[in-house]
């Protein structure tokens, strides 16, 4: 299962590029207001998009609404809340296996 | 202490960066346990923690690697976009460090979200240089620990759905999400990020919805729609 391996070693080596690249530049690269909002928002939308393949797709690649919907409700709650982050995804896979548990899917 | 060196630490950094290591390090424990819901072995696990060191691309990783069939290609597209905010970490870290040759390697690697945030936050020079280094060395160490028992845990688990693996990894990216929320543009480009990349999951193959959420901030960051004030 080499695939993965390249996968995980490309990966790092990117995500370690960037933190070289950035202390090769100079300051003013943070100055340009374009290039430090966008990667801001990047960020966000990529985090976003994760939550709603992670929370509403299903392996099939349909949208379901299953026992991570009222996880993820619980999660934003306590989100909201200012509540640990380990607090949170625990919080939020114990409400899924409760559920599950009890019969939903 | 005429030839003597001493190191000279500063206490109060030194508190915070152990501080900040292991309630850092502590999620590493939600991580490894992921990675492994997500098919990862406990080495494969590992080596994201130890080499990739950036907690919002490794959790990307693994959540676009589980998505059914390996999207090994977007995997590692997301998790490289991901890590862009690193980069204007080291920017910002350049000219408090000024290292050259080596260090600098090793310096990269430690440049994270935590690292940086103690540094900036110090009023001293010699500070702000033993912050980063503290800082980094504190949740290098905790936050590959926890991952260390994180794997091994995910490993015993099982069927990951039954234990609501699937909803934790969701859940994860709503804890780290939500404070960057406070500013309108990034509510408007989380929601309409979402909305991409929910409704084309059916049409597109695995992983490519995300990176499609990701080109809706570009264009928004291109246009500064929603932008306020600050423009």
Redesign the interface.
Known sequence: MTEIWIAILAASLLVYSWKLIGSLLPQSVLNHPVVSRTAGLLTVALMAGLIGVQGFISSDSQIVLDARFPALVVAGVLAWRRVPFIVIVIAAAATAALLRLLGWN | MVGSKRLDISKPVLLTSVGVGLATG??G??FGALSSAAG?DFW?TM??SL????G??Q???V???S??S?A??A??T??????????????????I?K?VGAK??V???L?IDESTAVSVAQESAKEQRQGFWLTGAAVFVFWNSATAVGALLGQAMGDP??????????????????P??RER??LI???????????S??FVP?GI??????L???V???F?WF?GKN?
């Open positions: 502590l999620y424990i939600s990862l494969q080596v994201l080499l990739m060191f950036s919002g691309s959790f990307a990783f959540a676009v690697v998505a059914g390996p090994l290609a995997a590692v997301s998790a490289w976009l991901m890590g862009i905010r690193n980069g204007f970490y080291a920017v910002r870290m350049g000219p460090l290292l600098k390697l310096a990269a690697l440049t759905r039954l234990w609501g693996m699937d909803a934790a990894a969701a859940a994860a990216f709503v804890g780290l999400i939500w960057r929320l543009q990034s480009v989380a929601l309409i990020a979402i909305g991409l990349a929910v409704f999951a059916p695995n919805p995300v990176l499609i959420a990701g809706g901030a570009i928004f960051g291109l500064n932008g423009d």
